[in-house]
């Protein structure tokens, strides 16, 4: 499966955290095993204290325990069933790191455990794109429509371990939901993302700052060979756009200043159909 599709990732702290001196509280998480390829990203809860440790540990849980899954289910991802049971397994590793931290239980869970989920899973098969909480999903160049929350409150997975009487959202939310499935052979491109990724996309026809050059339109990620021959190039590329330039005018004695063009954190993780792959029918 690996040889059929190419994956590349990138992440960087948002220009506001930058400027508040707050960390990235996004993470993403990428396992390629021999027939399958899981990738995840998680948003921390930006007005939690240090909800990146919640961000970068459910990244990493998601991807282990869809994987420890597939080892003795993996015909059964498709069904609804197969998510509830992932959801059970991921609430019983972070209950277990609640109790394990100690202190005030609802504290700890919304100072470190409030963090979204977008992800892929791809089999030879069949691919499912989840999520639980927001994010950005473009399948094939197209955006998937994504629900958007009441003042910016996403469901968060670790709301599971919290009181009922605590929460005011549908208990519909609180689950994984499959924003598409579909035949992998269908699939030509995948982009997930955190929310950032939708000021990215807003600064399309930008220059970059300090620069002539735009920024460009989302498709240069799947499309440009670059992003792929270097695995830090994703990176490098949201750095220029998030840089803040100073150029100081001798004549008027006066200092212009280019912030960063991605207020939030970003993050993004993208595969393509390698152009010589093919897969058996």
Known sequence: MNCHFEIAAGSIAGKEHGRT??????????????????????????????????????????????????ETQANECGEERFWRQVQEMLLQRLDKLVFDLGGDRQQIIQDYLLFTIVGVLLTPTITMVFTFGDGTIVLNGQPLPLPTFANNAPPYLAYGLMQPELLRIE????????????????????????????????AAECPLPGKTEWVGDLAQFWRDDRYFRNPDQIRRR????????????????????????????????????????????
């Open 21 to 70: 001196g707050k960390n990235n509280q996004d993470a993403c998480s990428i396992q390629c095993l021999d027939q399958i390829v899981i990738a995840v990203v998680c948003d921390g809860c930006g007005s939690a204290s240090h909800s990146e440790v919640g961000a970068q540990l459910g990244a990493r849980m998601m991807v282990t325990v869809l994987s420890q899954m597939l």
């Open 171 to 202: 208990p519909t939310q609180l689950q994984f939901q499959i924003q598409a499935q579909l035949p992998t052979q269908a699939v030509q491109s995948l982009l997930i993302g955190s929310d950032g990724v939708q000021d990215l996309i807003a």
């Open 238 to 281: 949201l750095t220029l756009m998030n840089r803040e330039v100073i150029k100081p005018n001798w004549q008027t004695q006066q200092v212009h200043r280019e912030s960063g063009l991605l207020p939030d954190d970003t993050t993004l993780v993208v595969i393509r159909r390698s152009p010589t792959s093919t897969i058996e029918q």
